[in-house]
């Protein structure tokens, strides 16, 4: 008698396990017959998988400074969250890689220069650029105007010119030299590193800066020596090597465009407020927060100066492609052998989705 009542509250328990089982399944069926796009959530590995909602991680190029400002200010003024967004910016540096982490998944989106994006693309890089953030490269060389006076390459003669070999610097002076037939013997290069004393001591005549962020700080220690910075800037004379862009995956462009067309938005949205000179304080003083080592009015003049490189024409215009220059960005790295085939700029040049 006992062993029947078992048997049977045990057929009892294997029913009710098989019905909820297939009530379970029926749910999961129900959760992913009703999205358009498949959810991205970001697991313990660092990696974007698919299921449940989750943040939206973007990959910078470097760290938290006045280059990433719009990123910055869309995170900390509530743009990403107005477009409905949750997102989670990760800091760049010289050991994170963009483009790695949208191959790798760990990514929707990233920020990157357009070097990176021909060569990653010539490997076989399945990438796409959304917007371009800097319509003129911020990297420069800074010089003492009051003891040289440099208005055309030629100038360049005779001066010992600073150079990070392996960097976008070493390429675009390349450039530079071969347009305007300068033979290497015609100056003398060094090799940067992280220490200025070489400029300091004026042993280095020109060294290589961003112009909106080092430029700023070196510009404001030569002026307490009593010296006047100068810039010399190769977009001027015809080297147009394109910096900062919004990138994505070719995956994640066509599995979810609705998400990269509002991503793409409230990022663009960023950079046209913290382009607005109105909104200056408050912007230096987000950014400060994520850069407390640079003080306010520093970022200020940073901010002032960054106007200059990322604003076209038109305010509203803030992240125009210029297909032109991402060519010739493509030809310098052509000629100069750094990528062993040609790319075709016009597929990777995407733009937000219509």
């Known amino acids: 008698m006992y062993l029947d009542e078992t048997t049977h509250r045990i057929e009892c328990l294997h029913s009710c396990f098989n019905a909820l089982t297939i009530w379970v399944i029926f749910l999961f069926c129900l959760i992913g017959c009703t999205s358009n796009e498949a959810p991205q959530v970001e697991t313990k590995d660092n990696t974007i998988k698919p299921g449940g909602s ?54 929707h989106f990233g920020v990157a220069s357009a070097d990176q994006v021909i060569r990653a693309a010539a490997k076989g890089a399945d990438v796409v650029v959304l917007a371009q953030i800097f319509q003129v490269n911020p990297l420069q060389w800074i010089y003492a105007k009051d003891k040289l006076a440099i208005v055309k390459p030629q100038d360049l003669k005779g001066l010992c010119i600073g150079v990070t070999y392996g960097g976008n610097d070493e390429a675009i002076l390349s450039a530079l030299l071969r347009m305007y037939k300068i033979g290497p013997d015609d100056m003398e290069l060094y090799a940067v590193h992280y220490d200025f004393n070489p400029f300091w001591k004026g042993e280095v005549e020109l060294w290589p800066v961003y112009r909106n962020t080092q430029g700023i700080i070196l510009q404001e220690k030569m002026a307490q020596g009593g010296k006047q910075a100068g810039f010399f800037n190769p977009g001027t ?118």
């Open 237 to 354: 004379f015809g080297i147009r090597f394109v910096a900062n862009s919004l990138i994505t995956s070719k995956k994640v462009y066509t599995e979810q465009p609705q998400l990269v067309q509002v991503f793409t938005e409230a990022v663009l949205e960023g950079w046209r407020d913290a382009m607005d000179s109105k909104l200056e304080l408050k912007v230096a003083e987000a950014i400060h927060r994520l850069d407390p080592e640079t003080p306010i009015p520093v970022i200020q003049q940073q901010l002032a100066e960054t106007r200059t490189l990322v604003i076209p024409e038109s305010p509203r215009a803030i992240g125009t492609i210029d297909a032109r220059a991402w060519k010739q960005t493509a030809d310098i790295l052509m000629t100069q052998g750094l990528i062993s085939q040609e790319v075709d700029i016009t597929s990777l040049l995407a733009g937000p989705p219509p």
């Open 54 to 107: 989750g943040p939206v991680v973007c990959r910078l190029k470097w760290l938290y400074n006045t280059s990433v400002a719009g990123e910055i200010w869309a995170q900390e003024s509530g743009i990403f969250k107005t477009h409905g967004l949750t997102v989670k910016l990760r800091e760049g540096g010289p050991e994170q890689d963009a483009i790695k982490d949208l191959e790798l998944g760990r990514a």
